[in-house]
């Protein structure tokens, strides 16, 4: 009987099957991969920092990814801290920030939150001053220029004590009709280098549609609340894209702050 499966076709068709499955591997790993864009790359004593983040950097709240390489090798940290500094010629102001951390699915990266309280521009100009000491014992030590826009995302209120209250709209970065997390940040200011998180407040949220000829509606919600850390989470679900509107307001032991106002477009999902 002749052989309906000849060596050379079956060693083909197992070729065939391997750079398959090797193709499937390569996908999943891809999976992990950070879709960041470049922001900066400073060098300095050999070391080279570089910044990345997801989006183009904003007022309100960011995410920052950095790399440190020497002769094109991760560089092993022991410790990373960063001070973001706004220079305004007479005087400097920081901002809310955390400390790198390295990143949990992809360890070329250390990253953390960065909340820049103003933009780049005639006012002045951001800086992020770095300090690192790496496992062999080593400082690197520097700056590292950045520009910030303007955005909605960032609104500030102060009580009846001119204690200013610094509210983020982290998310939904891109609203869309339908269900939407809502989760806002909170920060005030001690002085010009301290920008804590605050925490053990209410807020209360009412999104509002302006249809105009004096009508209008709001939709279902959830107003946000305290997770720690400054983190306010809650949920909403917009009927209907177009320009929205939604309040904040602030009570911090027993006092109702002034409101704030978000305005916004949604998308359809």
């Known amino acids: 009987m002749e052989n309906l499966y000849p060596f050379g076709r079956i060693m083909a068709m197992v070729a065939v099957l391997f750079l398959a499955a090797t193709a499937c591997d390569t996908n999943d790993s891809d999976d992990t991969d950070l879709d960041l864009m470049p922001v900066n790359t400073v060098t300095t004593d050999g070391y080279t920092l570089s910044l990345f983040a997801d989006r183009t950097l904003e007022t309100g709240v960011n995410t920052l990814y950095w790399t440190v390489e020497k002769g094109g090798n991760d560089v092993p940290i022991q410790s990373f801290s960063v001070m973001p500094m706004m220079d305004m010629g007479e005087m400097q102001h920081s901002a809310p920030h955390d400390s790198p951390i390295l990143h949990e699915e992809d360890d070329d990266y250390y990253y953390h939150k960065m909340i820049f309280v103003m933009p780049s521009g005639e006012m002045g100009s951001w800086a992020l001053n770095f300090e690192i000491e790496t496992k062999d014992g080593n400082n690197i030590t520097g700056e590292m220029p950045l520009e910030v826009d303007a955005s909605w995302r960032l609104t500030s209120v102060k009580d009846a004590n001119d204690k200013i ?55 279902d919600f959830n107003h946000p609340t305290g997770q720690g850390k400054g983190l306010y989470s809650g949920s909403i679900n917009y009927s209907m894209s177009g320009v929205w509107t939604t309040s904040v307001r602030i009570v911090a032991d027993n006092d109702t702050l002034p409101e704030a106002v978000f305005e916004y477009s949604v998308q359809a999902k």
């Not at 940040?185 to 209360?204: G, K, W, Y």
Request: no cysteine; glycine share 10%; net charge negative.
């Open 165 to 219: 209250y610094f509210i983020s709209w982290m998310d939904p970065y891109k609203p869309v009709s339908g269900n939407n997390k809502l989760n806002f940040m909170v920060h005030t200011r001690e002085n010009m280098m301290s920008f804590p998180a605050v925490d053990n407040l209410e807020l209360i949220i009412y999104p509002y549609m302006d249809m105009g000829g004096g009508q209008g509606h709001s939709t």
